[in-house]
T-cell receptor, first 112, second 114 residues
Framework: SQQGEEDPQALSIQEGENATMNCSYKTSINNLQWYRQNSGRGLVHLILIRSNEREKHSGRLRVTLDTSKKSSSLLITASRAADTASYFCATAPAGANSKLTFGKGITLSVRP | DSGVTQTPKHLITATGQRVTLRCSPRSGDLSVYWYQQSLDQGLQFLIQYYNGEERAKGNILERFSAQQFPDLHSELNLSSLELGDSALYFC?????????????FGQGTRLTVV
């Protein structure tokens, strides 16, 4: 079963705009990770935020985590056509057996 | 390039057949994970190995099996294939446990069962 659920399922924006994607999860987590997948290719790790962190930045990416609401958001600023891809949140549940469970993903289209 | 190598890239086979997918993890990574990605089910965790031992099991069918060899490469065996097994199969690796660090994904094997 899916642990993380992303929202919206699809997002279409103009180049230069910001893109915000959300992820909600159900159980306590060790950390939450965001991945990107270009069509038909492997997933690429973007950023990891631990359960005791609230915000993290990496280049044009900003991730927030609210453990009380069991939710996270990924913000891509000043989007580019090359950001067009599917984005997945993945959660690692608290505990020793921390396998990554992925949501169904968000399809982001950035129009040039 | 993630450093994770999967072969073959594409595989077309008939129902009832058996196939083997191969994965070479990044150098130094001890954990290997297998995922199945289909349009309707999304990315489903199948199984994890750590240093040759099974560590976690997900939604893996009994017709599927996997192993990790002493050189840390892994194989996923799919038998008695059905049309519904058509999917992208990804292997990922991480240093220890992807729950604590990032996982590196291969480019996947696209399996088509006809």
């Amino acid at each position: 079963s899916q642990q993380g659920e992303e929202d919206p399922q699809a997002l279409s924006i103009q180049e230069g705009e910001n893109a915000t994607m959300n992820c909600s999860y159900k159980t306590s987590i060790n950390n939450l990770q965001w991945y990107r997948q270009n069509s038909g290719r492997g997933l690429v790790h973007l950023i990891l935020i631990r359960s005791n962190e609230r915000e993290k930045h990496s280049g044009r990416l900003r991730v927030t985590l609210d453990t009380s609401k069991k939710s996270s958001s990924l913000l891509i600023t000043a989007s580019r056509a090359a950001d067009t891809a599917s984005y997945f949140c993945a959660t690692a549940p608290a505990g020793a057996n921390s396998k990554l469970t992925f949501g169904k993903g968000i399809t982001l289209s950035v129009r040039p | 390039d993630s450093g994770v190598t999967q072969t073959p890239k594409h595989l077309i086979t008939a129902t009832g057949q058996r196939v083997t997918l191969r994965c070479s993890p990044r150098s130094g990574d001890l954990s290997v994970y297998w995922y199945q990605q289909s349009l309707d089910q999304g990315l489903q965790f199948l199984i994890q190995y750590y240093n040759g031992e099974e560590r976690a099991k997900g939604n893996i069918l009994e017709r599927f099996s996997a192993q990790q060899f002493p050189d840390l490469h892994s194989e996923l065996n799919l038998s008695s294939l059905e049309l519904g097994d058509s999917a992208l199969y990804f292997c990922a690796s991480s240093v220890v446990n992807a729950g604590n660090t990032e996982a590196f994904f291969g480019q996947g094997t696209r399996l088509t069962v006809v």
